[in-house]
């Protein structure tokens, strides 16, 4: 028994070397500059494609959103973190109660806005109530005896929305620029819809 144990670990002292001097022989053949290179370009092609596919996501289907003001109180807080989704509306219209990213019309500027009607309706504002085609909008977003005043706060408005137009608000009333002021925003100011 002991001689038998004693030429197995001879023939392993013999195997094992051998074994490793092929393994790396031919891990040395691999090592050769033309295999180097190969990997180097496969490395590159997958990290070019990673970047590119960060950016076309990041700009073309969700983009990061941060909130700066107060205008969306009590829904998007002031300095929150959303997403807005660039693809919902390359087959859907958008819809009232969307919350969408918005061009202001005036400026440029990129804002958050609520949608409450649509193309071809009107929005009537008395007594601090928003009617929408004759009818009381119902917003159980908002705050309750939240009051919605058309920029004149003694006088009512009726405000009519054209072909492809949307008017938006912001669902703090009394602090928020939106279609009051600069009136409906056109379809293509509207840029995706905000994801909570």
Same mark, same amino acid.
């Given at each position: 028994?002991?001689?038998?144990?004693?030429?197995?670990?001879? %023939?392993?002292?013999? !195997? #094992?070397?051998?074994?490793?001097?092929?393994? &790396?022989?031919?891990?040395? $053949?691999?090592? =050769?500059?033309?295999?180097?290179?190969?990997?180097?370009?496969?490395?590159?092609?997958? %990290?070019?494609?990673? !970047? #590119?596919?960060?950016?076309?996501?990041?700009? &073309?289907?969700?983009?990061? $959103?941060?909130? =700066?003001?107060?205008?969306?109180?009590?829904?998007?807080?002031?300095?929150?973190?959303?997403?807005?989704?660039?693809?919902?509306?390359?087959?859907?219209?958008?819809?009232?109660?969307?919350?969408?990213?918005?061009?202001?019309?005036?400026?440029?500027?990129?804002?958050?806005?609520?949608?409450?009607?649509?193309?071809?309706?009107?929005?009537?504002?008395?007594?601090?109530?928003?009617?929408?085609?004759?009818?009381?909008?119902?917003?159980?977003?908002?705050?309750?005896?939240?009051?919605?005043?058309?920029?004149?706060?003694?006088?009512?408005?009726?405000?009519?929305?054209?072909?492809?137009?949307y008017f938006v608000l912001g669902d703090n009333r009394?602090?928020?620029?939106?279609?009051?002021?600069?009136?409906?925003?056109?379809?293509?100011?509207?840029?995706?819809?905000?994801?909570?």
């Open positions: 028994m002991l001689k038998a144990h004693v030429v197995m670990m001879h %023939l392993s002292q013999r !195997i #094992l070397p051998f074994a490793v001097y092929h393994f &790396f022989a031919d891990f040395r $053949l691999r090592l =050769s500059w033309p295999w180097f290179f190969r990997q180097c370009g496969s490395l590159t092609v997958i %990290l070019l494609l990673s !970047i #590119l596919s960060y950016f076309l996501a990041g700009h &073309f289907i969700l983009q990061p $959103l941060k909130v =700066s003001g107060h205008s969306m109180d009590p829904t998007l807080m002031d300095n929150g973190n959303y997403w807005v989704n660039h693809c919902v509306y390359l087959k859907n219209d958008p819809q009232r109660t969307d919350i969408v990213e918005v061009k202001d019309p005036q400026d440029g500027v990129l804002i958050v806005k609520r949608i409450i009607a649509l193309p071809g309706e009107s929005v009537y504002f008395k007594c601090g109530v928003v009617y929408v085609n004759g009818q009381r909008l119902k917003e159980d977003y908002l705050l309750p005896r939240t009051l919605t005043f058309a920029l004149e706060k003694s006088e009512d408005e009726l405000i009519c929305c054209g072909k492809d137009q009394g602090n928020s620029t939106d279609s009051r002021v600069f009136g409906a925003v056109p379809r293509q100011n509207i840029l995706g819809k905000v994801v909570e």
